[in-house]
Every structure is written in C-alpha cells, then in structure tokens.
C-alpha cells in the first residue's frame, strides 16, 4: 500500500489593519493596540480554581445558613419551609456565575515588550509594566496555593508611579516566572 506524501501548508500574513479612530483621547489610553513589532509571547488565565476560591466566603455562609436553618425546622417540613433553602441555592448559583464571568474576563498577557492585565466585568481595567521598568518578580503561594499547584506572580516597577501587576491563581506559577525571568532580561539586555 502507498504511502501518502506530506502535505506542507504555507501561511499567508494577513494584509496590515489600519488602527482604528478613538474618539475619546481618555478611551486610546485604556484601548492601546500592539505597536507593529510588539509580539504576544504569553496569553494566560487564571486556573479554573479561581471560581470556586473566590466565591468560598459566600457558600460557606450559605452553607452555614442552610445548616442553621435544617436545624431550626427539622419538626415540621412544609411545602413553604423549602423557600429558604430555594434562595440559599439562588445565592450561591448566582455567585458562582459573578465568579465565572470574573473569571472569563480575567486575561494575563506578555509581549516582547510588556506585562498587562485585563480584568473586570462591567468595566474592564488594565494594567501594563514595561519590562524594562520591572524591578523584580516574586512568586508567592497563599496557604491553598502548593496543595492546588496555584501561584500569585507579583512585578514589581522600577517606577514608583507605576502600579504593579499582579497575576492571580496561575496554574504552574513556577514555569510562568522562568518565562517572565527571561523575556525581562532579555528586554533590558536590549534583546
């Protein structure tokens, strides 16, 4: 039986996009585009623990709440003691799907040139460091973060007007600040 050849495939750059026009001078600063020979090196999320970690104070109360309330009406179950537990699980329903869309909204970016962060639901905020203005780059763990292999990477600015970017909840923290490590030194190497 004959074997089939390779296929090689060829892509094609897209033509250059024009930058659009920003009406708002205040709307250009919060919606800056890659410069042309800014290149994207990591696009991340925070781990899908994110949800569960950040929504826990509230199910623990509606927790807490549901066992209260059990406890409390254990002698007569009617038809109308259901309400309540009915809205505990709308409480902890509807949080989840706030902690979901925080999620979904959460994006950390590296490019040759910069760290940024996107968050926010309604509003989005972005955070951005030059690498050539980070001064360091820690790792922390909180007391959940090494049994569930989650990291906060902190950068910390040279500036101290700048703000520093924080990314949250990453899944392997470890390789993701060996990456950052490089692309900084690289950057102020002048790579």
């Known amino acids: 039986m004959k074997t089939p050849d390779p296929i090689s495939v060829v892509a094609e750059a897209p033509p250059a996009i024009e930058r659009p026009a920003v009406a708002a001078p205040q709307a250009a600063a919060k919606l800056e585009l890659l410069d042309g020979d800014e290149i994207i090196q990591l696009s ?16 623990g109360l509606v927790l807490v709440l549901g066992l209260a309330l059990a406890l409390a009406m254990r002698a007569g179950a ?26 979904a909204s959460r994006l950390y970016v590296l490019t040759n040139r910069r760290v940024l962060r996107f968050t926010g639901v309604l509003k989005v905020e972005v955070t951005e460091c030059r690498l050539l203005k980070i001064a360091g780059v ?3 763990f909180a007391w ?6 989650l990291g906060t990477i902190q950068m910390l600015s040279a500036d101290n007007h700048a703000r520093t970017v924080i990314w949250d909840d990453l899944a ?5 600040h060996e990456l950052l490590v490089r692309a900084i030194r690289k950057a102020q190497a002048g790579g």
């Open 138 to 140: 820690d790792v922390r």
């Open 144 to 149: 959940y973060g090494r049994p569930l292999r």
């Open 44 to 59: 991340i999320k925070p781990s899908l623990w994110f949800i569960p970690l950040v929504s826990a104070g509230v199910l």
């Open 78 to 103: 009617t038809p109308m003691a259901a309400m309540p537990f009915q809205v505990l699980g709308c409480v902890a329903a509807v949080r989840l799907g706030v902690a979901m869309l925080q999620w």
């Open 172 to 176: 392997r923290p470890q390789e993701t």
